[in-house]
Every structure is written in C-alpha cells, then in structure tokens.
C-alpha cells in the first residue's frame, strides 16, 4: 500500500510541479527563438530564420502536445501564458544584446560640426554632411550609417561634442556600399554571414 502511495505522490509532483515547469521553459524557448527570427526576417537573414524557425515550431508542438493531454491541468495553462511572456522578454534582450543589423544616424547640430566629422572619419566612419537652415537658422547635418553594435559609441561621441545635438536612428534593410570601421565583434560577424547580410564594403 505505501509503493502505492509513493508512486502516486510521484505521478502528483510530475503532473503538478514538473509538467508546468517544463511546459513554461519549452515556450520561453520557442517564443524566444520566434521573437528572434521575427527580427532576423526584417533584417534580411534568410537561413538564419528558417533555421530558427524549425526549432521554433518544434518545440512549439511539443509544448502544445502536453497541454492537450493535460487540459484539466490550470498549472499547465498557466506556465504556457508565463512562458510566453518571459519568451518575448528574453527575445527582445538577446536580440538588443547582439545588435545585428544597421542604423541610420542624423545629426543636426547648430555647432560647427568639423571637429565631430573629422573625429568620425579618423575611426573610419562614412559620413554624409551639408550646410543647412533650421528653424532659429543655419544648423549642419550629419548622414552615417553605422552598424547597430557601434551606435552607443557614435551617439557618445555626438553628445560629448554638443550635447544640445539634435540626432535621430532609423533602421536599415540593406546597405550595398559604405565605409565602415573594422569589425570588433567576431560573433557578430560570424552571423552576418551566416544569415546573408547584404552588405558590400568598398
């Protein structure tokens, strides 16, 4: 009667710890990866993607599989919400953290800019300026298209040279030619080839 017992209680702590518990890291998971691919897709990373989503929606459909096999379970529902959202949380981190892809930078600054371009241009960043009326009068504009990796640095710059500069970022699809400064993360790299980047240097 006790090995009776002793394995109920284990058939319990399987169906209500255990089973949530895994269903929750199996859709952190695949929301993660999904999140990821998403951004990958919109950067152009096209096996990189389908890569990501064959993982994805398989561990989607084995999440999805134990929560139709236990659907008297309020645990199992529960951790299949709270895994979605960690997943979409934890997508965006990773996502944020690898800083693929390339941004387009404006600045436009009242300040004569020539000490920031030359500045820029000795680290090897191409950059596109003109001459230019403002509201209150004449402001300068600065055009860069940098990789996403050295945006905090640039903007750095920018602010320590004026930091009354006025600068927007907007996301790049693909760029075919530029000058940009050597590669200083080789995992970043690595992936941009991996995922076809179109990018062209001179």
């Not at 920031?116 to 055009?143: E, S």
């Not at 990796?149 to 903007?155: A, G, N």
Request: glycine fraction near 8%.
């Amino acid at each position: 009667m006790s090995g009776v017992n002793y394995m109920m209680s284990d058939v319990q702590i399987y169906t209500w710890v255990i089973l949530p518990v895994l269903i929750f890291l199996a859709r952190v998971c695949d929301v993660t990866l999904g999140t990821i691919r998403v951004i990958f897709v919109s950067k152009g990373f096209k096996y990189l993607s389908a890569i990501l989503g064959f993982i994805e929606i398989t561990i989607w459909l084995s999440a999805m599989r134990q929560i139709m096999i236990n659907l008297s379970n309020p645990l199992c529902f529960a951790a299949f919400a709270g895994g979605f959202s960690m997943g979409t949380f934890t997508g965006i981190w990773i996502a944020e953290k690898l800083s693929l892809g390339k941004v387009i930078l404006r600045v436009v600054t009242k300040k004569d800019a020539k000490e920031l371009i030359n500045t820029l241009q000795a680290r090897n960043y191409g950059i596109t300026y003109l001459d230019a009326y403002g509201q209150d009068g004449p402001v300068q504009v600065i055009f860069m298209v940098i990789d996403r990796h050295d945006l905090q640095e640039v903007t750095q710059e920018v602010q320590k040279y004026n930091p009354q500069a006025f600068y927007t970022i907007e996301e790049v699809r693909s760029v075919q030619k530029g000058i940009f400064p050597p590669h200083r993360n080789g995992f970043n790299l690595n992936l941009l080839r991996l995922g076809g980047s179109q990018r062209k240097s001179k």
